[in-house]
């Protein structure tokens, strides 16, 4: 919506570049008021209304709308993803809390949302954090993920031989027990490399 309305702008249409500029804050109020909860951002089943009140790296997504975000909410954001004991590991941001009940990265598990390490969750939350003004949070996650993958080669993020017992990433389970690295290796992890190697580079930048 932002882009439609600088689009707009650009083209001299000054009614339909306000219009799409307040849709956009109303959209950013309106998930506020629905997602925020004064803590962390929640998740509700659409069909019910039934809160899921789990701490998945989805929830702090919101970080991509950068300085959009409200300090408080930034700065809540940011302490729960540098936390060490939830999302700051050594391999970059697991895709769900290591405090939370499910959190299971072991290769008979197979859940693709249970800890694995994302290629595209650290581009979304390292930009995001970048732009939101925490800075040194995103650049050490960023130098962390291309530190690993500069020692392990260009991660996708999942296991195509999940489960079997010649998979040939099972030593990164022993060698990382909480914070593995996912194989599977290809095109995906390669762009997230490029933008993360170039916040570290250039980060003025980046942008999303």
């Not at 932002?2 to 109303?26: N, P, Q, V």
């Not at 499910?102 to 732009?131: E, K």
């Not at 130098?143 to 998979?167: A, F, K, Q």
């Amino acid at each position: 919506m932002e882009a439609c309305s600088k689009l707009a702008g650009k083209l001299g249409l000054a009614e339909e570049s306000a219009d799409w500029m307040k849709r956009s804050e109303d959209m950013l109020e309106k998930m506020l008021e629905t997602f925020w909860n004064g803590e962390r951002f929640i998740c509700v089943l659409d069909e019910t209304g039934e809160i899921v009140d789990e701490e998945s790296v989805a929830i702090h997504q919101a970080i991509v709308l950068g300085k959009r975000l409200p300090q408080e909410i930034i700065d809540k954001i940011a302490a729960a993803l540098g936390d060490p004991e939830k999302f700051s590991t050594v391999n970059g941001f697991p895709s769900l809390s290591m405090q939370n009940r499910f959190y299971d990265i072991g290769i008979s598990c197979g859940a693709f949302s249970l800890g694995l390490i994302h290629a595209p969750v650290q581009c979304l939350m390292t930009v995001g954090l970048y732009n939101a003004g925490c800075r040194e949070l995103a650049l050490q996650n960023a130098r962390n993920w291309c530190d690993r993958t500069l020692e392990i080669g260009l991660p996708v993020t999942r296991y195509d031989l999940m489960g079997s017992e010649t998979n040939p990433f099972e030593g990164y389970v022993k060698i990382y027990p909480r914070t593995l690295f996912p194989g599977c290796f290809g095109s995906w992890g390669a762009a997230v490399f490029l933008v993360l190697a170039h916040l570290l580079s250039d980060g003025a930048n980046v942008q999303i």
